[in-house]
């Protein structure tokens, strides 16, 4: 199962740049997880997978946080997740989905069409 949400801040007195520079510092002192920047967007990436149990079935979740600035005063985040059951990690096709999804996901193009009003 795939989900998504887009978070949007407002950000007052905070630039753009330090939000996106403080959201990379803080996502890199995260040990598991890996931080990048997407070229060309310019997004800051974080990927992290997680594995959990729910109703006796075991988990992997895979997270996708990306960010960008969208206006001068505005940043946008987006959490995307998927969830695959633990015995098929190593499935091909599912190696090849999470691919897919990590590689489409971090490539978010944001806009002020994206608010809901």
Known sequence: MATGS???RELGKETPADRLHRL???W???DEDHVFIE???N???RVREKDTEQDGELLRLYYWYVANLVERNL???AIFSLTVLRARIHNPQTLDMVKVVGELVTQAQFSRA???N
């Open 24 to 26: 990379h510092l803080k």
């Open 43 to 45: 997004n800051v990436v």
């Open 114 to 116: 994206n608010l809901v």
């Open 6 to 8: 887009l978070l949007t």
């Open 75 to 77: 940043v946008q985040e």
């Open 28 to 30: 890199c002192s995260e």
């Open 39 to 41: 070229e060309p967007t």
